[in-house]
T-cell receptor
Framework: DQQVKQNSPSLSVQEGRISILNCDYTNSMFDYFLWYKKYPAEGPTFLISISSIKDKNEDGRFTVFLNKSAKHLSLHIVPSQPGDSAVYFCAASGIRDDKIIFGKGTRLHILP | KAGVTQTPRYLIKTRGQQVTLSCSPISGHRSVSWYQQTPGQGLQFLFEYFSETQRNKGNFPGRFSGRQFSNSRSEMNVSTLELGDSALYLC?????????????FGPGTRLTVL
């Protein structure tokens, strides 16, 4: 049973436009959500997170939105840049003493 | 601060053999988690160690085991290797338990089972 789902395996976006990556989850006990970015031959790096008490968190070009009633979160990247081409993983957990569950990832291609 | 290091970076084994992977977390971090990444499956959680105790375990067979030492370094062992164990194995550390916290990942160990 996949508790964290990223239904789009890949996404192509024109440079300068907005990239929107989506993630759905099934476990209502999840309290904390994170996005990681992964380049080939490197480990994932943390991008941004959001706790369940918020519905939005911004960090520069990256904004994460959380819709708890729909069990859905999204990552917005504005404007998209060539260096944003990578695989993006959505992850979720309960607070503290809980394992992190990752989605299968979405490969983002930024087109020149 | 030095990042998370994993050794070896690449490994080739044959079916039936066993393998041990090593992970050194960021200095001061007490939590180490292990993940398996295969094409199309994303990152699948193996286990988390915190202060030498296994705190969480994923849905992997008992052939997969791990341990953590007093200096927080961790090892993962896979016995009786199968072809399906070919994957990128990632280690991640965090200052506190992983749940609710950012994790810092190492570059991974690429294991190929022939």
């Amino acid at each position: 049973d996949q508790q964290v789902k990223q239904n789009s395996p890949s996404l192509s976006v024109q440079e300068g436009r907005i990239s929107i990556l989506n993630c759905d989850y099934t476990n209502s006990m999840f309290d904390y959500f994170l996005w990681y970015k992964k380049y080939p031959a490197e480990g994932p790096t943390f991008l941004i997170s959001i706790s369940s008490i918020k519905d939005k968190n911004e960090d520069g070009r990256f904004t994460v939105f959380l819709n708890k009633s729909a069990k859905h979160l999204s990552l917005h990247i504005v404007p998209s840049q060539p260096g944003d081409s990578a695989v993006y993983f959505c992850a979720a957990s309960g607070i503290r003493d809980d394992k992190i569950i990752f989605g299968k990832g979405t490969r983002l291609h930024i087109l020149p | 601060k030095a990042g998370v290091t994993q050794t070896p970076r690449y490994l080739i084994k044959t079916r039936g053999q066993q393998v041990t992977l090593s992970c050194s977390p960021i200095s001061g971090h007490r939590s180490v988690s292990w993940y398996q990444q295969t094409p199309g499956q994303g990152l699948q959680f193996l286990f988390e160690y915190f202060s030498e105790t296994q705190r969480n375990k994923g849905n992997f067979p008992g052939r997969f085991s791990g341990r953590q030492f007093s200096n927080s370094r961790s090892e993962m062992n896979v016995s009786t290797l199968e072809l399906g164990d070919s994957a990128l194995y990632l280690c991640a550390s965090s200052g506190d338990l992983a749940g609710g916290n950012e994790q810092f990942f190492g570059p991974g160990t690429r294991l190929t089972v022939l």
